[in-house]
């Protein structure tokens, strides 16, 4: 498992910030959190999960990437809606992890 450089962070977890990229850092969150992941495998567009998935081997071992984290099903599922929404706005289709790509390589092009 990975994490986005520029995660997406629910509004009802500004406040906890620091302490969840800590958590995450040590693979714990609260289990109240939601983590919205890109699947390896093209089946579908996004995963949601519970913090506590990051207690699973087999998940931290993964080569999922997560790309934000929400304080509820509820602020993951729009989260989720808005980052397709987002991708299909700016590339005209649903490949979100090659976005993600792009994303991160044009950063290190600019810092040059």
């Known amino acids: ?9 629910g509004s009802s977890l500004d406040e906890q910030r ?25 089946t579908h567009l996004l995963n949601i999960y519970p913090g506590e998935i990051l207690e699973k081997k087999y998940f931290r071992e993964s080569g999922e990437l997560v790309i ?7 602020e993951a599922e729009e989260m ?11 590339t005209g289709g649903y490949d979100i992890l090659s976005y993600i790509r792009e994303a991160e390589e044009a950063e290190v092009t600019d810092d040059r």
Not at 1 to 9: A, E, L, P, S, T
Not at 68 to 74: L, M, R
Not at 80 to 90: E, T
């Open 1 to 9: 498992m990975k994490y986005f450089r520029y995660m997406w962070i």
């Open 80 to 90: 989720a809606g808005g980052i397709i929404k987002l991708v299909y706005d700016r």
């Open 18 to 42: 620091a302490e969840l990229f800590r958590q995450l850092n040590e693979n714990t969150a609260p289990e109240e959190i939601f983590l919205i992941g890109v699947p390896e495998e093209k």
């Open 68 to 74: 934000g984290a929400a304080g509820s099903k509820e």
